[in-house]
């Protein structure tokens, strides 16, 4: 007598695993300081040098408001920026393979990293954001510092700060990912190919507009629509890396 063994394979159907998405979310904090800590701790660097810088061109009996003026046109603000693209790599390079062996899918794994990342350029908005108050508030800190109320910041209230905040974090760090994803799917190929692709699109679309002489009115345009319209742009830019991002990693193979 031959038994058969019957076997039932239980699929879960549901869209969106919750638990799931935020296992991934959670993997990602195993070492916390990456997301939650270091990109602080650039600020807190470059505050301590720009406060340094303050207090020397004071000394030197400039008025504090051109000190203010001059520092307002300072980068430091955005200082992690650069910093969170790697840890937009960081997250994918890192992590997929470990996610898959333990039986996450493609889709969870990508929304577990979308949540994470939102988390982190939500809380960075918060902080920023409120900084500039801070820094209006107290005239630079008491010492004429404009590090915080730099560039587009402290023009519009903290609402807008936060938004453009959140916008430009959630683009690195995307831009990151996504491409990490290309080097999963295609390797070193993917990623000659992606780089010619994109640089010769680049000086394609730069030739374009000057031979046809189309910067001023796009520049026009730009000032037109604004300091949100244009971190909108951005925000819109965030998403279609994401979602190519996600597109690319279905067909990824971990390592």
């Not at 408001?65 to 001059?70: A, D, L, P």
Request: overall charge positive.
């Amino acid at each position: 007598m031959t038994a058969v063994a019957d076997t039932r394979v239980v699929t879960d159907h549901r869209r969106f695993r919750v638990g799931e998405i935020w296992r991934i979310a959670r993997l990602h904090t195993v070492n916390s300081n990456v997301l939650f800590g270091v990109p602080w701790m650039i600020l807190g660097v470059a505050f301590a040098v720009s406060a340094v810088i303050a207090l020397i061109v004071q000394g030197a009996g400039v008025p504090r408001t051109e000190i203010q003026e001059g520092m307002r046109y300072s980068w430091a603000v955005i200082s992690p920026q650069w910093y969170l693209v790697a840890v937009g790599v960081q997250a994918i390079a890192y992590t997929f393979s470990f996610a898959l062996g333990f039986g996450a899918t493609r889709r969870d794994y990508w929304l577990g990293t979308a949540l994470i990342f939102t988390i982190v350029a939500t809380e960075m908005a918060v902080g920023i954001a409120t900084l500039v108050q801070i820094e209006k508030a107290t005239d630079g800190w008491g010492i004429g510092l404009s590090m915080f109320n730099a560039l587009w910041y402290g023009q519009q209230g903290w609402l807008v700060d936060f938004y453009t905040t959140f916008a430009f974090q959630l683009l690195v760090l995307f831009i990151g990912a996504s491409v990490t994803t290309v080097y999963m799917r295609w390797r070193i190929k993917g990623m000659m190919v992606l780089l010619f692709s994109a640089v010769a699109l680049l000086l394609g679309f730069v030739a374009w507009m000057t031979l046809a002489d189309l910067w001023p009115q796009v520049i026009a345009w730009l000032a037109s629509i604004g300091i949100v319209g244009g971190f909108s742009l951005l925000l819109a830019l965030a998403v279609v890396f994401a979602i190519t991002g996600y597109l690319v990693i279905r067909w990824a193979t971990p390592r």
